[in-house]
Every structure is written in structure tokens, then in C-alpha cells.
């Protein structure tokens, strides 16, 4: 009788301990992951990546494999939305993952990164393939990687788009093109976060990435709430450079009026390869990398869940 008594007493402290390993379990990112995505979208096989070429269709494919092998579903008939630019046939990649809440799942939020680059720079060392790895792969295979953590976990309550963005580097081209599209639609957008050069930590900085727009809503402290540590901070050469207008993040901020931001970790000091051919996977620091799509799931969680509209727009 005594040992029932102590099996029914610990009974509650060993599910709630299994509970607690199961969740931290379900937070785990491989680096290995990681590097093998990034090994492949900043190969010289893709060629740069640039809009209309065939090393950006190779990206694309890889993509649409990588949603389609785990269970992410296209939200328009197919995962592309192809548009049309100076004779040139682009296209946007677009996961989807509807939310578990009956009434929160007809809200969305938008996690993207741009997928494209500019091709070819100027030789260096007989290399002249931009391969793009910082730029903007890095922020491309974050977005891979919590489409593949929310489709197993199904730890969502309002609905996710997975957006990976062609025609960047032509001027925002493709994410105007998708943000004009889902306008039509219409959906209930929430919040858009767009992911930009996540590939190297901040030099000197208090926190692990900065946001765009900063003053513009209450994101950056609202994220780190709901990640319990100072993730994401204030860049002033952000400001500066007008950076908030200058990423996949403005379309939809300008279309929809909503808190549409872009978060980074380059910050003008820590990376010189910008649009060079020695933006390379080399050049990365994984460590870092796999670090912050790590410490961003519970920043997310918080964003994609809340009860009610938390983040909100300054203006």
C-alpha cells in the first residue's frame, strides 16, 4: 500500500517532468540541418540565385521538396506565386500551416526571408559567383527551419505563412507582388516579420539581432517577452541607412498597415562581403545562426499565440 501511495504521490511530478523534456525536445534546431541547407541554396550550382535564372529555379524546387516532405501545404493551388517583371518570369515560394485555434486560425502572421541574389559580381580570385549565403540564404533557411518545428509540433494558433521572396535585389519586387495578392484575397494579417542577413552575430551589441522600425510598433519588446531574455534590439545605422524600407518587410506594412518589421544581425561592422563573391557559407558562423532560429521559437510561439492582438502599431 505504502509504494502506491508514493507511485500516486510522484505519479503528477514524473508526467509533468516528461511533459517539460517532451517540450524542451521539441525545441531542438540542428546545426547539422542548418549547414546542409545552407551548403546547398549558397552552392555554386545555384549560380547566385539571381531572378530568371536557372540556379534560382534549382532554389525554388528545393524549396517546394522541402514543404512538400513535411506535410506543409501551398496556400494558393500551387506553392508558387509567379508574377511577371522586365521580361522575366519570378516567383515567390509560399508554405502554409492553418492554426489550431477555431477562432485565432483566420488570423496570419508572415515569416519570410528573400530567396533570390544578384548572380554574378566582379572576379575575385577567378571567382565570380555571388553566392548569397548571408544574403540572403541565412534568413531563407531560418524561415525553412520553423516551418519544419511548427509543422511537426502544430504549436500554432493563429495560421503561418512561410514566405521565401524572389526579385528582392530588383527592388522588393516579389514580396510587393504577394502582399498586393494577399490584400485581394483578403486576409487578417497580424504580423509580418521579414528575416535579413542572420548569418554572423553583432559586434558589440546587448542583444542578438536588431529590428527595423523600431519606434514603429512595440514588436522588439514584445518579443522579448515572450522570450524571457533581451533577444532583439535597437540598431541606429538601421535608422540611418533607412533600412525599414529597404527590406521584404515594407510591402506589407505599406499594403496592409500592420506591424510588418524586418529582424537582422548584420550590422555594417561584421560583414564585408556584401554583394560579393566571397559571400560565402564559409564566411557563416552556424553556432550563431542555429543559436537564434533556436532562441526565436519561443519569441514566435508567444506572437503566433496570444489570446489577443499584443503587438501594435505606433503610428
Known amino acids: 500500500m505504502k509504494k502506491i501511495y508514493a507511485l500516486l504521490f510522484f505519479l ?3 508526467i509533468c517532468g516528461a ?4 517540450n524542451q525536445s521539441k525545441h531542438v534546431i540542428l546545426k547539422e540541418s542548418v549547414e546542409k541547407h ?3 541554396l549558397a552552392s555554386d550550382a545555384l549560380e547566385g540565385r ?6 534560382l529555379e534549382k532554389a525554388a524546387v528545393y524549396m517546394e521538396s522541402f514543404f512538400r516532405s513535411h506535410d506543409i501545404k501551398p496556400f494558393f493551388q500551387t506553392y508558387r506565386d509567379s508574377f511577371k517583371l522586365k521580361g522575366l518570369v519570378g516567383y515567390n515560394i509560399v508554405g502554409y500551416i492553418e492554426g489550431q485555434d477555431p477562432m485565432l486560425k483566420n488570423e496570419f502572421v508572415i515569416l519570410g526571408a528573400h530567396y533570390d541574389h544578384i548572380g554574378f559580381a566582379r572576379k575575385v580570385n577567378g571567382d565570380t559567383i555571388a553566392n548569397g549565403a548571408n544574403d540572403d540564404a541565412s534568413g531563407t533557411v531560418a524561415v525553412l527551419e520553423w516551418a519544419k518545428y511548427f509543422a511537426k509540433t502544430k504549436s500554432n494558433k493563429r495560421s503561418i505563412l512561410f514566405t521565401l521572396y524572389d526579385a528582392e535585389e530588383m527592388g522588393l519586387k516579389g514580396s510587393e507582388h504577394l502582399a498586393n495578392r494577399l490584400k485581394k484575397q483578403p486576409i487578417d494579417l497580424y504580423t509580418m516579420i521579414n528575416f535579413e542577413m542572420i548569418g554572423v552575430p553583432l559586434a558589440n551589441h546587448e542583444t542578438m539581432a536588431y529590428i527595423t522600425g523600431y519606434k514603429k510598433s512595440n514588436m522588439a519588446n514584445q518579443l522579448n517577452s515572450y522570450a524571457h531574455e533581451e533577444l532583439i534590439g535597437f540598431l541606429p545605422q538601421a535608422k540611418a541607412y533607412g533600412l525599414f524600407k529597404r527590406s521584404d518587410n ?5 499594403t496592409f498597415k500592420v506591424p510588418a518589421q524586418a529582424i537582422s544581425t548584420f550590422d555594417f561592422s561584421n560583414y564585408e562581403y556584401y554583394h560579393h563573391v566571397d559571400d560565402e557559407v564559409e564566411a557563416l558562423d552556424f553556432d550563431h545562426m542555429t543559436t537564434f532560429i533556436q532562441k526565436m521559437i519561443p519569441a514566435l510561439e508567444g506572437m503566433i499565440n496570444s489570446e489577443k492582438k499584443e503587438i501594435t502599431l505606433h503610428e
Request: hydrophobic fraction near 20%.
Open 12 to 14: 503528477p511530478i514524473l
Open 19 to 22: 511533459q517539460e523534456k517532451q
Open 38 to 40: 545552407m551548403n546547398y
Open 50 to 55: 539571381k531572378t530568371g535564372s536557372e540556379g
Open 250 to 254: 515594407y510591402p506589407f506594412y505599406k
